[in-house]
């Protein structure tokens, strides 16, 4: 028998659908092809001045030295006044936990909640990662459908539904990746009222795409006063500062599991980099409603995704619904299973981004990694003349499907 080097839980996991689709976009890319990639979830926009000087001042000041393991005071401290600020909402600094991005956050959050068997709730699609994070900490995801049809949103009875005596948490993530939607304050009243009768239940609320939201307010689950002790908040400054780069994610939780993740981060990674800490700070301690650069950026999103959504109206078969936030559309294309170009018989959402790949010189992500396998994600996180050119190229090659 053959002795395998890697352990079975490194085999057992997959590669990233986005992460994977932009190696091979960069790959070919390389070789002289034009490529348009649409497949990166990352803002196409410059960090803001003052976050860029705030970094350069921390760097002159020397804040060089190792961080304490939760966050610099300075940022913990900016995060709960943003929180009060922007959200009406009471956290301390010792409940806040600065990590490297808001993916390692919820690593730590998984890794800390989460034992065997334990299952939490994830309405689909959802964000590649989710699966194999909660895998990985050893518990198992209990995804919940929905369709184009409900707008990708989750009803109360469906929640109902998927709960069960080992339920240990509800994951939850407004606006949404992959489907831009933006859960209403009543919405959230509804699956509220259904965790209120279960107690024990944890709520994590992937906030990350706060900023980006046409449709005004944001509302989060922290908001219920019956469920704030045990909602686990997460968020970060690279969707609404443009900071993808600098790596900067925090959570807000009850105090023993911000202390149990701190305990975590402790001993695999630390406290994340000081200079991107004090960029952080700066970015947090930004009043979104009164920065212009803020503003300027949502305006251009909705100006792309109202543009993308009109143009792929006019691609046959394809069915769409209007994203309320994030950057991202996620269209039915199911329409072209089982059609061929003569050479390629299309089977399935991957097939169709493959196709896309090589004859559009398109780069998507299938609908499949997000567990929906008759979609495909759209990132419009990019110029109008990269989305013309884009569907121009997308509506050619399928044209050629019969």
């Known amino acids: 028998m053959k002795k395998y080097i890697l352990s079975k839980r490194v ?12 190696e091979m976009s960069r790959e070919l890319k390389a070789k002289g092809i034009d490529i348009i990639a649409l497949s990166i979830g990352e803002p196409d926009f410059n960090t803001p001045l003052n976050v860029k000087n705030a970094a350069k ?22 995060i709960s006044n943003k929180l009060k600020r922007d ?13 490297t991005g808001a993916k390692h956050s919820l690593a730590n959050v998984f890794m800390s909640i989460l034992d065997e068997g334990d299952e939490v709730v994830v309405p689909s699609p959802f964000w590649v990662s989710y699966p194999e994070m909660i895998k990985l900490a050893g518990g198992k995801m209990v995804n919940v459908d929905t369709g ?15 709960i069960t005596k080992n339920t240990k948490a509800f994951l939850f993530n407004s606006p949404s990746n992959p489907t831009g939607a933006v859960y209403t304050y009543d919405e959230l009243k509804g699956l509220a009222k259904v965790l209120e009768k279960h107690p024990d239940i944890l709520i994590i609320a992937d906030e990350i795409y706060e900023l980006i939201n046409f449709e005004g307010k944001h509302h989060s689950f922290a908001s219920f006063g019956s469920l704030k002790d045990r909602v686990i908040l997460i968020n970060g400054v690279s969707k609404g500062f443009a900071m993808t780069g600098w790596r ?21 990674t630390s406290g994340a980099s000081s200079i991107s800490q004090a960029a952080a ?15 300027t950026m949502l305006k251009e999103f909705r100006k792309r995704r109202d543009l993308l959504i009109e143009l792929m109206k006019q691609i046959p078969g394809i069915k769409t619904n ?14 072209y299973f089982g059609k ?33 396998p008759e979609c495909i994600r759209i990132s419009y996180a990019t110029s109008t003349g990269n989305l013309k050119e884009a569907v121009k190229r997308i509506s050619n090659s399928l044209a050629a499907l019969k």
Not at 258 to 267: E, R, V
Request: with cysteine; aromatic share 8%; proline share 7%.
């Open 322 to 335: 209007v994203p309320g936030g994030a950057f991202y559309l996620f269209p039915d294309i199911s329409y």
């Open 148 to 162: 184009i049809a409900e707008g990708f949103k989750l009803n109360p009875q469906q929640l109902e539904d998927a």
């Open 11 to 22: 085999l057992n996991m997959t590669v990233s659908a986005t992460l994977k689709m932009t």
């Open 57 to 78: 001042a921390a760097i002159d000041d020397n804040l060089t030295h190792y961080p304490p393991v939760p966050g610099l005071p300075l940022l913990r401290e900016a």
């Open 248 to 268: 900067i994610g925090y959570m807000a939780a009850p105090l023993e599991i911000a202390k149990a993740c701190t305990k975590l981060q402790g001993q695999f």
């Open 281 to 295: 700070a700066e970015a947090v301690n930004t009043d979104p409603g009164t920065s212009g650069e803020l503003k």
């Open 340 to 372: 061929t170009d003569g050479k390629t018989i299309i089977e399935d959402s991957n097939d169709i981004c493959i196709y896309l790949l090589e004859n559009a010189h398109v780069a998507l992500v299938a609908g499949a990694a997000f567990g929906s």
């Open 87 to 99: 959200n009406n909402l009471d956290y301390l600094p010792s409940q806040i936990v600065v990590s």
